[in-house]
């Protein structure tokens, strides 16, 4: 029976990383740490960098992307990009990586595993989201994102587990120490997402399948754990039916490896066919 591993590597604005599989095939989502300390993570959670079968990057800034060309050379592992992530990302001449050329709106099979990329709304080149899947399962991962587009929402539906940007408090943003500038860009809708829009998303449009909920890409100046948490808890509440586990993501430090197994078609007491998610 298909089943995901999850991990994120590293969240927040020194370095992205986040280790799915499906048991057989490992792929990383964006590559945003220093290729040794990607290595150094992976092996904390039992895999050799060699054991990795593809890099997807999201977008071109280096809390994204600062590994993955040496990581991928270093390995032999193919690099999955967009044109315009390719050419604001590559360092090395083309014949030290495999760079496979994707498309936003588009999917891509590696292995078992599909994944499906959608545009973001971000001040990027052509930056993406991802909706991994297999079988029943499916993972969402949207990060930089500066609103909840219709295209985000699309591309997280059917999810049942999604990993998702809780980038900054508003109110803390506007009296940060930050210069006025790069103020007016993390707020943006090119920017990135503050709790109050997550919050929005969560209690209005979140997928009802949704079991396993990470937050990510905290802000270290502009946001604590707690804030962010109480606010999708109350989100979530407001929403009302059942509320997905939540799970915090460090900059530091890898997440427990998270195991999901297909959701289980059971009988409820009404003697209609349901699916559980685990
Ligand atoms: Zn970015
Ligand atoms: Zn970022």
Not at 17 to 30: E, K, M, Q
Not at 112 to 131: E, Q, Y
Not at 177 to 189: C, D, I, Q
């Amino acid at each position: 029976m298909p089943e995901f591993h999850i991990s994120v590597l590293g969240s927040g604005s020194s370095g992205n990383v986040t280790f799915i599989s499906d048991g057989s095939v490992r792929i990383l989502l964006d590559a945003g740490l220093a290729c040794r300390e990607i290595e150094r993570r992976l092996r904390t959670l039992g895999v050799a960098p060699h054991q990795i079968d593809g890099v997807l990057l999201s977008h071109e800034h280096s809390d994204h992307s600062k590994g993955a060309w040496r990581f991928c050379a270093k390995h032999a592992v193919r690099l999955y990009a967009t044109q315009g992530t390719y050419e604001k990302t590559h360092k090395l001449p083309d014949r030290e990586v495999e760079w496979v050329r994707v498309r936003s709106s588009s999917s891509v099979k590696i292995g078992r595993l599909t994944v499906d990329l959608f545009p973001t709304p971000h001040d990027a080149a052509d930056p993406v989201g991802f909706r991994v899947k297999r079988g029943k399962l499916a993972f969402g991962h949207v990060t930089d994102i500066g609103h909840i587009s219709d295209a985000v929402v699309d591309g997280l539906r059917g999810c049942s587990s999604i990993l998702i940007e809780a980038n900054h408090d508003v109110e803390m943003l506007r009296n940060s120490e930050y210069p006025a500038s790069l103020r007016a860009r993390v707020g943006s809708r090119f920017g990135h997402l503050s709790n109050e829009a997550l919050a929005r998303y969560l209690e209005y449009r979140l997928p009802e399948a949704v079991r396993h909920l990470f937050i990510a890409h905290l802000s270290k100046q502009n946001n604590h754990e707690r804030l962010a948490l109480d606010c999708c808890i109350g989100a979530l509440a407001r929403r009302g039916g059942r509320a997905p586990k939540i799970h915090l993501t460090y900059s530091d430090r890898p997440t427990p490896l998270l195991r999901l197994t297909e959701p289980k078609f059971v009988f409820d007491d009404h003697n209609q066919g349901v699916l559980v998610f685990s």
